[in-house]
């Protein structure tokens, strides 16, 4: 038997064994020592499947398949997406980076750091000296002792300020141009009404824009989230109460220093009776959309507020609050501009 397949059939039978023993009857010292360990055996296992999956081009070729991973996802019902990018992984780590293989094997790495930090080196400049890509593959495997994935995606792009500081400039100021465009050409904003009274927006946008509106937001929230802290006289969950803030920032928003819209500031039309104005109580339109009265009030606050004819009703009815403008303020509909 092969090797590889002793191997399998090994650690097949060492799981079989175990497979009706409860380990809610360990110890903590034993469950410590049981999760890293199994932690540990399956990204090296893991690396045992990327090396045979690297060179198995010939099992994509008897089957008729794409490739390896398209021959895995159909015969093994695997996620087609995922065999794919452990195919990349597999071939990343067999051409080029043989050094971070050899952690992942022999448990010096996860996985999961492996896959950081072949993107940080596959992000390299093509034509870098392969001498200065070596050492950034080494300092990335030795940070990756002390460092989860998160850091090491940090420290990945700065690693040649480290082992090639002369480049390293030059290298962020391209990368951060090509990111710069990419998020320029990824940026969206959409929204989809439910409904309900309610509409979902869906927003992509650069880290900076993002950290700018959050940043305004956060100043509606008062006082801003603390770790594990909430205001005591607000209980509401802290992402309703960006929400609200969200809402608060588009009325604070100076309508002079807004672009002019068709030569005039833009505007909202809201149409309710005056009593209900005054009481909070009925509803209105804002433009063609119902709300309620006192949301209507709550605008006006902030508003000018101009008296007007029912919209649509002809100027020569003689019921008061009906289209007749010369009837008392107060038998007239309103109409509020913000």
């Known amino acids: 038997?092969?090797?590889?397949?002793?191997?399998?059939?090994?650690?097949?039978?060492?799981?079989?064994?175990?497979?009706?023993?409860?380990?809610?009857?360990?110890?903590?010292?034993?469950?410590?020592?049981?999760?890293?360990?199994?932690?540990?055996?399956?990204?090296?296992?893991?690396?045992?499947?990327?090396?045979?999956?690297?060179?198995?081009?010939?099992?994509?070729?008897?089957?008729?398949?794409?490739?390896?991973?398209?021959?895995?996802?159909?015969?093994?019902?695997?996620?087609?997406?995922?065999?794919?990018?452990?195919?990349?992984?597999?071939?990343?780590?067999?051409?080029?980076?043989?050094?971070?293989?050899?952690?992942?094997?022999?448990?010096?790495?996860?996985?999961?750091?492996?896959?950081?930090?072949?993107?940080?080196?596959?992000?390299?400049?093509?034509?870098?000296?392969?001498?200065?890509?070596?050492?950034?593959?080494?300092?990335?495997?030795?940070?990756?002792?002390?460092?989860?994935?998160?850091?090491?995606?940090v420290l990945g792009r700065r690693v040649l300020a480290v082992v090639a500081p002369d480049v390293a400039e030059e290298h962020e100021r391209r990368m951060l141009e090509r990111e710069d465009a990419a998020a320029a050409r990824a940026t969206f904003l959409r929204t989809r009404r439910s409904d309900d009274g309610t509409t979902d927006i869906h927003l992509r946008v650069c880290d900076i824009v993002a950290n700018r509106l959050l940043t305004y937001l956060e100043a509606f929230t008062s006082p801003r989230r603390a770790e594990g802290a909430v205001a005591p006289d607000d209980r509401r969950p802290y992402d309703q109460r960006l929400g609200h803030a969200f809402g608060a920032f588009l009325e604070a928003v100076d309508p002079s220093r807004m672009p002019l819209h068709g030569g005039d500031a833009t505007t909202m039309l809201v149409t309710v009776d005056l009593d209900a104005l005054r009481t909070a109580t009925g509803a209105a339109l804002a433009g063609d959309a119902p709300i309620s009265a006192g949301e209507a009030r709550r605008l006006a606050c902030t508003a000018q507020i101009i008296p007007s004819c029912w919209a649509g009703s002809p100027r020569s009815s003689t019921s008061a609050g009906e289209g007749d403008c010369s009837a008392p303020p107060s038998a007239r509909p309103w109409r509020a501009g913000t």
């Open 1 to 153: 038997m092969h090797p590889v397949l002793a191997c399998v059939a090994t650690v097949e039978s060492a799981v079989k064994d175990v497979a009706d023993v409860d380990p809610g009857f360990m110890s903590v010292r034993d469950k410590k020592a049981a999760l890293l360990g199994l932690s540990t055996l399956l990204d090296r296992v893991e690396e045992l499947r990327l090396r045979v999956l690297a060179t198995s081009d010939d099992v994509a070729s008897e089957g008729g398949d794409r490739d390896a991973a398209a021959w895995l996802a159909h015969e093994g019902r695997r996620d087609r997406g995922e065999t794919r990018r452990r195919l990349l992984l597999a071939e990343a780590l067999d051409a080029r980076w043989c050094g971070v293989a050899r952690a992942l094997r022999e448990g010096a790495a996860n996985l999961a750091q492996a896959e950081v930090i072949v993107r940080a080196l596959d992000a390299l400049p093509g034509d870098l000296d392969p001498e200065i890509k070596q050492l950034a593959e080494e300092q990335l495997v030795a940070e990756a002792a002390d460092f989860g994935p998160k850091s090491l995606r």
